[in-house]
Antibody, heavy 116, light 108 residues
Framework: QVQLVQSGAEVKKPGASVKVSCKAS????????IHWVRQAPGQGLEYMGW????????YSIQKFQDRVAMTRDTSISTVYMELSRLRSDDTAVYYC?????????WGQGTLVTVSS | EIELTQSPGTLSLSPGERATLSCRAS???????LAWYQQKPGQAPSLLIY???LRAPGIPDRFSGSGSGTEFTLTISRLEPEDFAVYYC?????????FGQGTKVEIK
């Protein structure tokens, strides 16, 4: 079945970087865009940006443009989202989602905790 | 940038009742790119409705979506116990894509 499986939880110190992976299975990664969304504890969904796996082109919202990098390794059907210069308010669950007729499926989420 | 506002923030209903959730956009956009998601505690969001009115595979027909322009609605005809959750609308046609703030459907 089509699924996205993300890497495990991370604990980072302020100022560090985190790299979250999202591995696709059950379909060809390069056929659909992958989007990244985060959710702070008890809050709603915040869109971050997307990557076109076929070309490697990326787009991120202005809030994250200077801190986020999205990449892919098509040989292992995996995309990555790296967020740098972490702050305490980056503590959140980070999700990847396949973009197609609405976004589905979603990864299970990766909790990133930023704490000194 | 399109902003989505959902109402009400919380809906308190009993199983078997009808739920009507609203999503209003700050500017008009194609209904082809309006989706609804359900999120249960500790889980990722899951797609219910796309293109404003099309049910995702496996979604029961008690869920229906409607609307166009700036006004969209998700209706749950008869609430089942598993439907109590948070629901988000989303526009995915014009970047930056955006979500509403969510409506929590809770048991009365």
């Amino acid at each position: 079945q089509v699924q996205l499986v993300q890497s495990g939880a991370e604990v980072k110190k302020p100022g560090a970087s985190v790299k979250v992976s999202c591995k696709a299975s059950g379909y060809t990664l390069t056929d659909y865009d992958i989007h990244w969304v985060r959710q702070a504890p008890g809050q709603g969904l915040e869109y971050m940006g997307w990557i076109v796996p076929r070309s490697g082109d990326t787009y991120s919202i202005q809030k994250f443009q200077d801190r986020v990098a999205m990449t892919r390794d098509t040989s292992i059907s995996t995309v990555y989202m790296e967020l740098s210069r972490l702050r305490s308010d980056d503590t959140a669950v980070y999700y990847c989602a396949r973009g197609y007729n609405g976004w589905s499926p979603w990864g299970q989420g990766t909790l990133v905790t930023v704490s000194s | 940038e399109i902003e989505l506002t959902q109402s009400p923030g919380t809906l308190s209903l009993s199983p078997g009742e009808r739920a009507t959730l609203s999503c209003r956009a700050s500017q008009s956009f194609s209904s082809n790119y309006l989706a609804w998601y359900q999120q249960k505690p500790g889980q990722a969001p899951s797609l219910l409705i796309y293109a404003a009115s099309l049910r995702a595979p496996g979604i029961p027909d008690r869920f229906s979506g409607s609307g166009s322009g700036t006004e969209f609605t998700l209706t749950i005809s008869r609430l089942e116990p598993e439907d109590f959750a948070v629901y988000y609308c989303q526009q995915y046609g014009i970047s930056p894509f955006a979500f509403g703030q969510g409506t929590k459907v809770e048991i009365k």
